[in-house]
């Protein structure tokens, strides 16, 4: 009898000491595990975002290629902020306008502020919520203004998806770089509307640059 009561002794003494270890190992990993899923969370969220944003930018705007949209430039009134012309209606500027608005970026909004904010940069002396963001002139002078243009280059490798490309047409044309290549070459197709929709081609160098605007500058 006192053989076994001293086994039970033993085993309750063994038990304290050895559980409390295996718990504070366990704690241990399980914090380490913790730890570890969180460091690849922020990394993932850091990474990801940017990349993310692009893809969606650019599938909208290949989209808008798909879609039955008149090339209208008259004058419509509408609303303030996140405004927008008939969806079957538009002009280049609506083409990124649109595709930005995708991603949570407001380029009516961002305008308008930053000409309150700067009107003799714009040149402009009455303000209109309505026209003002869809002008090219005032898009390259926000762009320029919040550095977000990197320099004009021949160098069709220079341009990348997402990226916005501004031509010395009439008043001012403007496209899209998509992610999809031109066969045989290192340049990306293009979505503009310069007549007919917006159209998915190959316009890189088809009229003088004269703005290039980098997406991975745009905030």
Known sequence: MKRFLLCIVLLVTV??????IESAALHVQADRRHS??????????DSL???????TFVQHVLWQSTQDVSYDPSYFSIPYPNGDVP???GVCV????RGLRSIGIDLQKLVHEDILSAPSSYRITKTDKS?????????IVYFKRKNQCVPVSTDETGYHPGDIVFWD???GHVGVVTNEKVPGTNRYYLVHNICCGPRKEDFL????????VSFEKIR
Do not use: G
């Open 131 to 139: 026209i003002d963001h869809r002008r090219c002139s005032n898009l």
């Open 87 to 89: 969806a079957n209606k």
């Open 36 to 45: 570890n899923e969180q460091s690849l969370l922020a990394n993932t969220e």
């Open 169 to 171: 047409i009439a008043h």
């Open 15 to 20: 038990s304290v000491w050895i559980f409390p």
């Open 94 to 97: 609506d083409v990124p306008i």
């Open 49 to 55: 975002p940017l990349s993310f944003s692009c893809s």
């Open 205 to 212: 160098f088809a009229a003088p640059i004269v703005c290039h």
